[in-house]
T-cell receptor, first 118, second 115 residues
């Protein structure tokens, strides 16, 4: 069964608008991670969503562009703001297997949100 | 700095050949984890293996094997008797215990298995 549910699975958006992506985990976790995968590229970490504090952003990513919410231990949202065609990517959330009681195994990824900005 | 290098951008082999995908990593931590993920054309990430820095034993799982060499900071992945279904992008990745276990991915190697 899936550990992580992401919504929407895909969307086509107009430039200048914003899209909020939801990530639901079936266990309580301290940290959740948001990644971006641009077409034909690898996964790049956007930020770590900490429960009870501000998200920690990686170099090249800022809160104004990618605001993150973490209202509880099972849920997070990533918003892609003021979108441009360059934001067309797959966005994925992730949690560590150990943090959801799966032991020393994999990191779990959502199925991703495929975003196209036109 | 935390870094993963997959020097092979794209590889093509004929079915039934063996193929090795290279991965070299950089880390200052003594405790870290290495991963391989497969991303088939459908797009989902398929977990293959996770290895911690204290376990240098090589791993074999069916046609897949992994060679972890701390002396050369490498974690190479070999597919034996390749099959067309092995065609995918393969990512090597690293997480460090001192960096909240967030995973940093290499750029990936696109593997084509030709019938």
């Amino acid at each position: 069964s899936a550990v992580i549910s992401q919504k929407p699975s895909r969307d086509i958006c107009q430039r200048g608008t914003s899209l909020t992506i939801q990530c639901q985990v079936d266990s309580q976790v301290t940290m959740m991670f948001w990644y971006r995968q641009q077409p034909g590229q690898s996964l790049t970490l956007i930020a770590t969503a900490n429960q009870g504090s501000e998200a920690t952003y990686e170099s090249g990513f800022v809160i104004d562009k990618f605001p993150i919410s973490r209202p509880n231990l099972t849920f997070s949202t990533l918003t892609v703001s003021n979108m441009s065609p360059e934001d067309s990517s797959i966005y994925l959330c992730s949690v560590e297997g150990a943090s959801v009681g799966r032991g020393n195994t994999e990191a779990f990824f959502g199925q991703g949100t495929r975003l196209t900005v036109v | 700095a935390q870094k993963v290098t997959q020097a092979q951008t794209e590889i093509s082999v004929v079915e039934k050949e063996d193929v090795t995908l290279d991965c070299v990593y950089e880390t200052r931590d003594t405790t870290y984890y290495l991963f391989w993920y497969k991303q088939p054309p459908s797009g989902e990430l398929v977990f293959l293996i996770r290895r911690n820095s204290f376990d240098e034993q090589n791993e074999i799982s069916g046609r897949y094997s992994w060679n972890f060499q701390k002396s050369t900071s490498s974690f190479n992945f070999t597919i034996t008797a390749s099959q067309v279904v092995d065609s995918a992008v393969y990512f090597c990745a690293l997480s460090e215990a001192d960096r909240d276990d967030k995973i940093i991915f290499g750029k990936g190697t696109r593997l084509h298995i030709l019938p």
